[in-house]
Every structure is written in C-alpha cells, then in structure tokens.
C-alpha cells in the first residue's frame, strides 16, 4: 500500500497533489499539511500530530490522531501511522522550503525511515529528493537534471558514469566538492560510492 | 565594510530587505536576485552572475558583471566579488527555500567562506543561520528558538548548557541525533563541540 503525507512547508502545486493523491490508497496530513488537502477541496484521510496547528475542532468531518509528544515531529508521527496501517511506500509533499531547520530535520528523519519501506522520498514543486545506497542507476530519461549531495557524512569514493560531469574516485563533502547541477546522458548512467547518497531530481511543475 | 547580496531563492519580505539595506554600504543582486531590489523599488549597487536569469538589456541603469564560467555558482561570484571590494562582513538573503539542492550548495558555499570574512550569514522570513565554531555563546535573548545541527560531518562531544533541552558529551548526526527546536533560557548560554556547527535562530519577519 503506498501512502501519502503533507508536512508542513512550502505546500505542492493543485496538479502535484492531485497526480500523487492518484497513485496512493492511504492520505495522511502532517498536522498543518491536513489544510492543504482541504485547501484544494479535497480530504485527508486522517491528520496526524501534536495539532498544535491543525484546528480541528473547525473541520467536524476529518478524522485526528492527537500525539502531543515533542519527542518526535508531525512527520515521524504520521510516517509511524503509515507504518501501522501497512505502507510499503510513501510520498511526502511539504516536506522542505519553509523553515530551513524544519527541512534538515525532516531530511534527518528520511534517513532515519530509509530501511522501514521500500521507497520513501520527498516531492516539492521543483522536483523530488531520496537517498540510495550504491551502486545507483537513475531510472530518469537522458537529459534529466540531477543533483548529489552527502547527507550523513562525506560520500567517498564516488565513482560517476553516463552523467555530463562525471567524477571518478573522488569525495561529495560539503565545503569542498559538490555534485549539484548535473544531468543525466546516458540511459545506462550508474554511480558507485561509499555512505548513503542523496539524490535529487529536477522536473520543475509548471 | 558591509555586503548585503540577494540570491536567488526565496525573495525577502520588504521590510527584511530595508532593514538589512540599512546596515549595508554595498548592495550585490546575485543574477536573478538583482530583480528582488528592483520589485521593491530598490537598486543594486551591480548584479553579479552567469546571468543566466537576469536580462539587464531590460534595465540599462544597473551595472552588471557576467562571468560565465559554470564551475562557480552566483552566490560564489558574488562573495569574490564583495572581497574584492573589501567587504568584512557579509548578508546574504535569497539563499534558501526553493530548489532543494541549491539550497544545499549554497550552504556549501557558506562553509567555503567561512574564514574568508569576519562574519558571513543568511536571513530569511523566518531566522538566520550561520556556522560556528566551539565554544559558541548565542547572543540572543532568553526565549529565543534555536536549532543545531551539522554539516560537513556529526558534530561530536556536543555539551549544551542554557538551553530548555541541554545536552552533554553527545554526537548530533544527521538521522541519529538532532538538535532542532531548542530555546534559549539563559543569558549564560554556552555550546561546546568538535567540529563546525550549523546554528539556526528562529525569529520570524512578520
């Protein structure tokens, strides 16, 4: 069962949504992200969190889970239901672009939810970010922006194949080499690495 | 001397923007940024960039300078800009909330020049945020929410003293331990750690 989930940040696009709201059986909101399934006329299946955003008591209809602990954020809490109600996949709009702590901390808890489906990944209005273990063979059509970056510690040994700045050997630490602004050229692009590796997609919606 | 550069992400509200013109004596648009001073009714002192985004046949008052070489990115030439100029210290507004990997390469660059001027930051809508080294003493009143977190690799021996969630001798590491959503509750507040710390002050422009 795949899951869909609206934290709290830059809300997506109608088309975004509705083209993910499409491909999932189960709509979580993010306490806050319950409003922007509402907003566009449409209803979350459930709205998960501390609520200290989401006013309920003003949407009778829709069902909450009310978690008032603040040892785990709106997203850990709603990825935990997804968890629980059989998810093996899940989407997370909402995710990054507000509060720039907020977007590292969810980023941290993608980490930390990597192994518990078996595809978990963050789409915005510019394109989705995920993380991968080597070896790692983009699945996206020759021409496609892409983007690498470290996440929990300098990616080593970074071997780039079928990219337009291919690199060989080398390591992806902040500060000192970056693979941001690369594309995809060749439907046969592989990249070898040691760590776990960031990767993010570019297919802006319009 | 005082920088003030706009890049090109999330635009500054009006009023963040004149507060931090106020404070500057030199005003870069980093390409597309230059278009940020000017909705505003504001002028840069140039615009700085591949120019990729800024069409300055549109706006012959503005000075520009095109460097079109694509191994730097705007904010990069930018910032050598400003040391050229003699810049010491340096804000920069634009630096986050859209692409997800810009904003990554742009904290990227952050790290790079941190030691090439006495003090170099972003300000959004909602705080700043800034990298530091140990032992850091925040500056801003009790109350005021702070998050910690790494960047170039797991800040160890983390000590945080003054703050509503202390820590002690700990590792904050991307998936593993956060420090986001502190406070501060004391004017003697004090963090030590190894390595190089992301700070973010939460304070939001209304």
Do not use: W
């Not at 299946?45 to 069902?63: N, P």
């Not at 709603?78 to 990054?96: F, M």
């Not at 050229?185 to 990249?191: E, M, Y």
């Amino acid at each position: 069962m795949h899951a869909l989930i609206i934290a709290g940040g830059i809300p997506p696009k109608k088309n975004l949504l509705e083209k993910e709201m499409a491909l999932a059986q189960l709509y979580i909101g993010a306490d806050s992200g319950g409003y922007v399934y509402l907003g566009y006329g449409h209803k979350p299946d459930i709205v998960v969190g501390d609520l200290d955003s989401f006013v309920y008591t003003r949407h009778k209809g829709i069902k909450v889970l009310e978690l008032p602990d603040q040892e785990t954020n709106d997203l850990e809490k709603s990825l935990e239901y997804a968890l629980e109600k059989g998810a093996k996949s899940v989407c997370i709009l909402g995710a990054i672009g507000k509060r720039f702590d907020h977007s590292l901390k969810n980023l941290s808890v993608l980490l930390r939810y990597l192994d518990r489906f078996e595809d978990i990944r963050f789409k915005d209005n510019y394109g989705e970010l995920f993380l991968v273990r080597s070896p790692y063979t983009p699945k996206q059509a020759v021409g496609t922006g892409i983007s690498f970056f470290p996440v929990l510690e300098p990616v080593k040994n970074f071997c780039s194949k079928g990219v337009k700045y291919p690199l060989n050997d080398s390591v992806l630490a902040m500060g000192v080499q970056d693979g941001t602004s690369n594309e995809i050229t060749s439907k046969n692009a592989i990249i070898h690495f040691d760590g776990i590796l960031g990767v993010y997609i570019i297919k802006s919606i319009q």
